[in-house]
T-cell receptor
């Protein structure tokens, strides 16, 4: 999973503040996924992006959450007006293709996660 | 309906023994991929092994092997010769092919503890 860079690793925000989480995919990867992991739970899909496009945001809460993957720079997951329930680990993953063929096309690699704590 | 089911919330194994972590999946696609990831207490998600639905051989990566039974829709992870460092959460995931969304979905995970 080396190569997917997430920052910050840990973030503390007060209720009502904004949280910005960044993800730089592995070199050569154009597909980015964001997942949320609550304590003692598995990963829940939030949003799937390609450069400059949101492909699927069906897992993203309708309010306060947004994501982008600009032509230049990292993908950003933005949470506005954070609440205590937003406290979780947020993982970014990348893959080279949309899952067309074989292990290289299919495997997604994760960053080390960003742990958000809302106080 | 759950696409990935991991029925074992926790497993214990003696060091140097083999252990099998169960995973069943649900899909109507013919083309899909199955994955296992390890999450140690430090939190990162580590890719372990991949099995494609058309792969005839079971995937192996060092001490990890995937027991793929297509008709039963199961993709169990076998860890041989367990080590203390194998203690972690293990997640099974699936990525559906042409008829699906290409978005990997994950099971709830199995916690593995390796005893000395």
């Amino acid at each position: 999973n080396a190569g997917v860079m997430q920052n910050p690793r840990h973030l503390v925000r007060r209720r009502g503040q904004e949280a910005r989480l960044r993800c730089s995919p592995m070199k050569g990867h154009s597909h980015v996924y964001w997942y949320r992991q609550l304590p003692e739970e598995g990963l829940k899909f939030m949003v799937y992006l390609q450069k400059e496009n949101i492909i699927d945001e069906s897992g993203m809460p309708k309010e306060r959450f947004s994501a982008e993957f600009p032509k230049e720079g990292p993908s950003i997951l933005r949470i506005q007006q954070v609440v205590r329930g937003d406290s979780a680990a947020y993982f970014c993953a990348s893959s080279p293709t949309g899952g067309r063929s074989g292990i290289d096309g299919n495997t997604i690699y994760f960053g080390e996660g960003s742990w958000l704590t809302v106080v | 309906a759950q696409k990935i089911t991991q029925t074992q919330p926790g497993m214990f194994v003696q060091e140097k023994e083999a252990v099998t972590l169960d995973c069943t999946y649900d899909t109507s696609d013919q083309s899909y991929g199955l994955f296992w990831y390890k999450q140690p207490s430090s939190g990162e998600m580590i890719f372990l092994i991949y099995q494609g639905s058309y792969d005839e051989q079971n995937a192996t990566e060092g001490r990890y092997s995937l027991n793929f039974q297509k008709a039963r829709k199961s993709a169990n992870l076998v860890i041989s010769a367990s080590q203390l460092g194998d203690s972690a959460m293990y997640f099974c995931a699936m990525r559906e092919g042409a008829g699906g969304s290409y978005i990997p979905t994950f099971g709830r995970g199995t916690s593995l503890i390796v005893h000395p």
